[in-house]
């Protein structure tokens, strides 16, 4: 097996595994159809690393599986390169640039702009502070973070760190982001568990502004995140399948946004779902049994 079809194998399973049609993980990753085809059939040459790290993100793929991913990718791009001329006075090395480690922004972030506002005021207050925001699964924490770290990316010079923290383990997160820190980086925690069982990452950060998602309500200073207003849920709605299907439906596509809890994860989810399904009416997919049952 080649190295890319060694990533098409890892992107087509991880797909499978979740459910997702082509077309759906497309849209979660801002990807064109065909270029999610291109990976997985092998026909793309070389995949892009930004493409990988929105798949990867999408997918909500594990640390380990991130790795996988990334390695693949990085032995096909090695079999590409051309074999270098011998020269009497090889150029130096390149310079490595600042860490840029966050996932993509969402395209179809919508709404939160009062908590944008306080996010981005605080990230870029100066000195080292641990910024909590909390909620339940399926708020919209980490796409709120994501999208106020990029607002303010560039006041951090030295760049910015990501870990993703779900299952994940604190002290091999703890020693990658030691090995990466360099100055004063900016650094997204995202679903962190409990705040006493960080105690030795946050020590060792405790000089960095720190921006946490988790579920966990006892972080200091906790900022809770609740649902979306009704019109912010509809908004979203329609900017996933379309302002012209939800248009032709309003009470249904509000019924839906309802029965989602006006949660930007379920609603996300449901829209993903109805890419599948584009035939279906709004009204269809709401009295549809097993559909609203997963909302």
């Known amino acids: 097996m080649s190295d890319v079809d060694d990533v098409a194998a890892l992107l087509m399973r991880a797909r499978r595994a979740r459910r997702l ?13 065909r270029a999610v085809r291109d990976l997985e059939s092998g026909r793309a040459r070389v995949p892009q690393r930004r493409s990988l790290t929105a798949l990867a993100h999408a997918l909500d793929l594990s640390d380990g599986a991130r790795r996988r991913l990334a390695e693949a990718a990085d032995r096909a791009r090695r079999e590409r390169l051309p074999t270098p001329p011998v020269s009497p006075s090889p150029p130096p090395p390149a310079q490595a640039g600042p860490p840029a480690q966050l996932p993509p922004s969402p395209p179809d972030f919508t709404g939160r702009a009062e908590h944008l506002t306080a996010l981005t005021a605080a990230l870029t207050a100066g000195g080292g502070a641990v910024i909590a925001v909390t909620g339940p699964p399926g708020i919209g924490k980490s796409a709120l ?25 604190p002290a091999a997160v703890t020693g990658r982001l030691r090995r990466d820190l360099a100055g004063r980086p900016l650094v997204l925690l ?3 568990p409990a705040p006493a ?21 006892r972080w200091p200073g906790a900022r809770p995140l609740g649902a979306l207003p009704a019109g912010e849920a509809l908004a979203l709605l329609a900017r996933a399948v379309g302002a ?9 596509a509000a019924a839906l946004v309802a029965a989602a809890g006006h949660a930007p994860g379920t ?26 049952r997963r909302v």
Request: proline fraction near 5%; hydrophobic fraction near 50%; charge should be positive.
């Open 145 to 169: 973070a994501v999208r106020a770290a990029h607002l303010v990316r560039h006041r951090f010079p030295d760049g910015a760190l990501y870990a993703r923290l779900h299952a994940a383990d």
């Open 244 to 252: 012209e299907r939800v248009a032709a439906e309003p009470e249904e």
């Open 267 to 292: 609603i996300r989810s449901l829209a993903a779902r109805l890419a599948r399904r584009p035939g279906w009416s709004l009204a269809a997919a709401g009295h549809y049994e097993p559909f609203s």
């Open 197 to 217: 069982s960080m105690r030795a990452l946050l020590a060792a950060l405790r000089t960095h502004m720190v921006l946490v998602t988790s579920r966990d309500p």
């Open 190 to 192: 995202d679903d962190a």
């Open 21 to 33: 049609s082509q077309e759906a993980l497309a849209h979660a990753a801002s990807l064109s159809v």
